[in-house]
């Protein structure tokens, strides 16, 4: 009747399956067979409609027991592809995302492993270059998320004698400390085998697994067996009240435990495996690279197989995307905090940190901003990679210097020291030098105090004739119609006098503004009419107090941010806005 009926309610197609949810309830002795039978029979039921909590318990039981069955592949997969295009939270079933896990599990189990699970990802994609199903992507982070969270905390709970998540963290070895673990929801049991006489690996089926789990960097190996021989400083219990940790607790151990590794069984480390990789197959799709790495951003956890996925980022030149290398919020560690030469998940003496730098740095990050957090943060790790010739840390230097972003003189002298102990330092620190005589050359004393840049004049135009001679007296400077783009903003901030700028139909972009923001702060007079300048250019100009006119024709300037400008910028008198959203 449901199936036949023209009514177009969905009450009718989930009270058939409601009902059958009970009978399952109610008969518990049914044999293989007639589980496959009910799936078959129910499925053209789920074309359009969710399974309800208690027939998905029944999917993963049956998922679980039988992974080969051709039901997994034949009725399941359709549903599966359902909930994963269309569902909008886990979080009101998250049964359903149980369910999801325990699919992708079973595809595991086959001959081909993860084979199939890659073609079943690809599938979820399609074969053009943007998938075109907004929900794929969030649905299958939050289902490897929580499969990778319940590894650990199977693990933790599955230890009559093991710290809890809490104590890991605040190093507490005390069984009268402990609160008794919580009783949550295991992933499938392993099936029993003999006692293993050597280290556990991951199977064939996952060639690209890494071997088991141990999280573990320079300065920490942490190990929850408990050493009977070894006796722990006792420390304070937990205040009451304070909410169970996190994966992240799991992982980015207290550094007063000494000794402490988690080892994961054979079946929950196979898991870890899968659904890691999986995250790794994500990553490799241009089209979701930016949304992956802004979902990973708040919860950097250092396992080493997401290092290819955080590799994947920092390799992206999109700055939507490398931008999430960097904390979500100041106070909290992101990616680019942990792989630093002493961060926890670093294991590669700064390689991965460095080209994260690089990749910063060449995007629109060369700011004092961005180099004021590195000197006050990581200047250390900038100096020891800087020290080993990693050029990138070498130019990072350099700039400190060059921007006098360093105050400290024995500071000064120690980078200066370090640049002169390698070739490559050297050759550049003396490139600095011949700079920093242009610049006092330039910014002498005399020189024009008006100029106008021919038509079509390049970036190389412009610092070829900054370079001729003195500019010191330079207030008004044209650049309309010409070719000049964001990198010739290193050029305009060594003019001090410079009070007036024409960028008039120019490339001149958001990267160029954030960086006159922090160096022309006598600026008066900026005409930006037609170039590709948006929001998060024009917001930097907040900062330019002495801005009284500015020409924002024709750009991508939003009503919000023009408020935002008029209330931050008392001074400014003449506004051009036409052709923009604010007009």
């Not at 919580?182 to 049991?189: A, C, G, N, T």
């Not at 923001?517 to 250019?537: F, I």
Request: a negative charge; one cysteine or more; glycine letters at 4%.
């Amino acid at each position: 009747m449901a199936l036949t009926s023209p009514l177009q309610d969905e009450s009718i197609h989930q009270a058939p399956l409601h009902i059958i949810s009970t009978l399952l309830a109610e008969n518990t002795n049914l044999s293989a067979q007639d589980h496959e039978n009910i799936i078959v029979a129910i499925a053209p039921l789920l074309e359009n409609n969710h399974p309800p909590p208690d027939l998905c318990e029944f999917f993963c039981k049956h998922c679980r027991e039988r992974p080969r069955s051709m039901v997994v592949i034949e009725v399941f997969t359709p549903v599966v592809q359902r909930i994963l295009k269309h569902n909008m939270d886990f979080g009101k079933c998250p049964r359903l995302r149980l369910f999801t896990q325990e699919y992708i599990l079973a595809l595991n189990e086959l001959n081909a492993g993860m084979e199939v699970v890659k073609k079943f990802i690809h599938s979820m994609h399609g074969p053009t270059g943007q998938c075109p199903h907004p929900r794929v992507l969030p649905n299958l982070v939050a289902v490897c998320l929580a499969a990778i969270y319940s590894c650990y905390e199977e693990f933790i709970n599955s230890r009559d004698n093991s710290p809890s998540l809490k104590e890991i963290r605040n190093g507490c070895q005390q069984q009268s400390e402990r609160k008794p673990p919580m009783p949550l929801r295991l992933l499938r049991p392993e099936p029993p085998t003999p006692p293993p006489t050597t280290t556990l690996s991951p199977p064939p089926a996952l060639p690209l697994s890494p071997p088991p789990s141990i999280v573990n960097s320079s300065e920490i190996l942490v190990e929850l067996e408990r050493n009977n021989n070894t006796t722990n400083t006792l420390r304070k219990a937990p205040a009451e009240g304070v909410s169970e940790p996190n994966l992240i607790d799991c992982l980015l151990v207290s550094p007063a435990l000494n000794a402490l590794s988690i080892q994961l069984p054979a079946h929950a480390d196979r898991v870890l495996g899968c659904f890691a990789l999986i995250l790794k197959m994500l990553s490799d799709y241009d089209d979701w690279r930016p949304a992956l790495a802004s979902l990973l951003q708040p919860i950097p956890f250092p396992k080493e197989e997401l290092k290819y996925v955080i590799q994947r980022f920092a390799e992206d030149p999109r700055q939507e995307v490398h931008s999430c290398l960097l904390s979500v919020r100041s106070g909290k560690d992101g990616w680019f905090q942990l792989y630093s030469p002493g961060g926890v998940a670093c294991d590669d003496d700064g390689e991965l940190f460095a080209s994260m730098v690089h990749i910063l740095m060449g995007s629109c990050y060369k700011t004092k901003k961005f180099l004021l957090s590195l000197a006050e943060n990581k200047l250390g790790p900038c100096m020891l990679l800087a020290l080993r010739g990693n050029q990138t840390m070498v130019e990072i230097l350099c700039l400190m210097l060059e921007y006098n972003i360093i105050e400290n003189k024995d500071t000064q002298l120690q980078i200066i020291s370090t640049l002169e102990s390698t070739q490559v330092g050297l050759r550049m620190y003396e490139q600095l030098c011949d700079r920093q005589r242009e610049l006092k050359e330039l910014q002498r004393k005399g020189g024009p105090t008006r100029l106008t840049l021919p038509s079509k004049s390049t970036d190389a135009d412009l610092a070829r004739l900054l370079s001729s001679g003195s500019f010191g007296n330079l207030e008004n400077l044209s650049l309309a119609f010409t070719n000049v783009t964001s990198a010739c903003a290193e050029q305009l901030i060594k003019l001090p006098s410079l009070k007036q700028l024409n960028l008039w139909s120019t490339q001149f972009g958001d990267a160029g503004l954030r960086l006159l923001s922090e160096h022309l702060a006598c600026l008066q007079v900026l005409n930006l009419c037609e170039t590709p300048v948006t929001d998060a250019g024009l917001l930097s100009l907040s900062s330019m107090k002495s801005l009284c006119s500015l020409n924002m024709n024709s750009t991508k300037l939003t009503a919000d941010t023009y408020e935002d400008l008029k209330a931050k910028l008392p001074n400014l008198k003449e506004v051009d806005v036409r052709y923009t959203e604010a007009w």
